[in-house]
């Protein structure tokens, strides 16, 4: 058993010192992490704080004891990366990659530095949008590779984050003019596959096609499936060739909920329009818009915020601060309670509880489960536009100035 176990650690490691991309280790905004804060301001349980110059709403992503994130200056004329030592906060490197001569249009509630990077031992993946994507030898700081001629028209900003699956990096392009996806040799940078939208959009208007949503790999009935929101459609795609499985039509427009699944169906946000939020039978194939989708609501569904998925109880915070419990199978609230503020960040179930955090500052602390209750509000200087990462014992947390190491100290 003993040599059993040791096998095991040696193929999976402790994910709880890792939080490589958006969502976590498995994409779902959960942590193994423990002895985690319940009260924290800025003079309680901060193990560090680390002030960052720019805009980015970028997330915190974490590889042993190094922390990264994307940056950019507010007018995004400058992208960069920075990793932060996750035992000090001591800025290890400040790496510029790219100059922009004339950067896009973005609203004022984004940033050019908006996708969260993934990462993997030994290297990090940076990316920009159509701006720039960038690979970074984690240790040294060197620029392994970079594309800057993978393009669309974002029109809003980019949002959509990288993931890593197998020896790819996939990237999501949904923009005004072009909407498609595409995957890179993660070592190279070379262009494996590109797939192009096969959604029926109905409408010519650039502005009701794109998307800022980041796609979740599942394994269904032994096979990969990457499931990859979109505006008016969802669609599965093989990972490993862009080929399509299935797809769904359902109106409105993705604004950055990653697909979580619940019960053996995917759970899909619109977000603006559309069902808002539905749970799609992954078994399908070809167009399942009438076959395979189990349930829809759109009763206070969040716009930005990815619900979280706890013990097959669904729960999610709209953008006014609406939290809700629903059951997965059903669709149908189960507990509702109004929170203060603004959120744009998601949900992240560490410990038992649910932490959440506002454009204000607040950070709240839940008891999970069906009798779920509010167990704490705290609060930072400045509010939260990223979500945060939980490992060992720390919550990495990044608001709209600074990066915390959230820790309790005796």
Request: aromatic share 10%; charged share 20%.
């Given at each position: ?194 797939t192009d939208r096969s959604i029926t959009y109905g409408t010519n208007n650039g502005d009701n096609k ?201």
């Open positions: 058993m003993e040599k059993m176990l040791l096998l095991m650690l040696s193929i999976f490691p402790a994910q709880d010192t890792n939080w490589p991309g958006y969502r976590g280790p498995n994409g779902d905004g959960h942590s193994i992490a423990t002895n985690l804060p319940l009260q924290w301001s800025e003079q309680k349980n901060v193990r560090w704080k680390t002030a960052i110059v720019g805009k980015a709403w970028a997330s915190p992503v974490v590889w042993g004891d190094q922390v990264w994130l994307s940056n950019a200056t507010e007018k995004g004329d400058k992208l960069s990366a920075i990793a932060l030592s996750l035992s000090t906060g001591k800025i290890i490197h400040d790496i510029p990659l790219f100059t922009i001569e004339k950067p896009m249009f973005n609203l004022p509630t984004n940033s050019y530095a908006s996708p969260t990077p993934v990462i993997e031992e030994g290297r990090v993946y940076i990316h920009f949008g159509s701006a720039g994507t960038a690979c970074i030898d984690t240790k040294s700081g060197k620029t392994l590779w970079t594309r800057q001629d993978i393009l669309c028209d974002h029109y809003r900003g980019p949002a959509s984050s990288p993931i890593i699956f197998e020896n790819l990096l996939i990237l999501t392009f949904d923009g005004a003019d072009v909407q498609y996806l595409t995957a890179l040799d993660k070592i190279s940078g070379k262009t494996v596959w590109r794109k998307a800022f949503s980041t796609p979740a790999v599942f394994k269904i009935d032994g096979k990969y499936q990457m499931v990859s929101p979109a505006a008016v459609g969802t669609v599965a795609y093989d990972p490993s060739t862009g080929a399509e499985l299935w797809k769904v039509h359902h109106g409105g427009m993705n604004a950055s909920c990653r697909p979580v699944m619940a019960n053996g169906k995917i759970l899909v946000t619109t977000g603006d329009g559309g069902w808002k939020l539905f749970a799609v039978r992954p078994d399908g194939k070809g167009d399942v818009s009438t076959t395979h989708v189990s349930w829809k609501t759109i009763k206070s569904v969040p716009s930005y915020s990815t619900p979280l998925v706890v013990k097959n109880q669904v729960f999610m915070v709209s953008k006014d601060g609406i939290f809700t419990e629903l059951d997965s199978e059903t669709g149908e609230v189960v507990k509702q309670e109004r929170l203060a503020g603004a959120f744009w960040t998601s949900p992240m179930y560490a410990d038992g509880r649910i932490y959440l955090f506002n454009e204000q500052g607040s950070g709240y602390v839940i008891q999970a489960g069906k009798d779920w209750k509010l167990l704490e509000t705290n609060k930072l200087e400045n509010g939260c536009m990223a979500s945060p990462a939980a490992v060992g014992k720390n919550i990495i947390v990044r608001t709209k100035t600074h990066v915390y190491s959230l820790e309790i100290k005796n």
